[in-house]
């Protein structure tokens, strides 16, 4: 149930991303459907409402927020990926690392 909350809720409402366009494209890529199919799917709702409501209040208590928190969450700017330790880690560090990286897939070959 979180997979599909995940993709069909949250990284819509959020992030703006929808999945569906990435697979839609693979199906007309590979022949199995046109693209007016495609075209067709994506203006159907992403998600039937009576199910959204009974897996947010379910993803909501296995997450342990209230509703309140898990809006105020979801109605927050999303953060850019440099602003975690993370990417600054990678930044300060990959150009050090990088020589290493084809020395190792040399002696990996």
């Given at each position: 149930?979180?997979?599909?909350?995940y993709q069909h809720y949250i990284l819509p409402t959020k992030f703006k991303v929808d999945?569906?366009?990435?697979h839609l494209s693979n199906l007309i890529c590979s022949g199995q459907i046109k693209r007016e199919e495609?075209?067709?799917?994506?203006?159907e709702p992403i998600y039937n409402a009576e199910e959204l409501i009974i897996d947010k209040a379910y993803v909501i208590k296995k997450l342990g927020?209230?509703?309140e928190e898990f809006d105020a969450i979801m109605s927050q700017k999303p953060k850019d990926h440099r602003e975690?330790?993370?990417e600054k880690f990678f930044d300060e560090y990959y150009p050090i690392i990088k020589p290493f990286k084809k020395i190792y897939k040399a002696i990996k070959n």
């Open positions: 149930i979180f997979t599909k909350f999945k569906r366009k990435a495609a075209l067709k799917k994506l203006e927020f209230s509703e975690f330790k993370t």
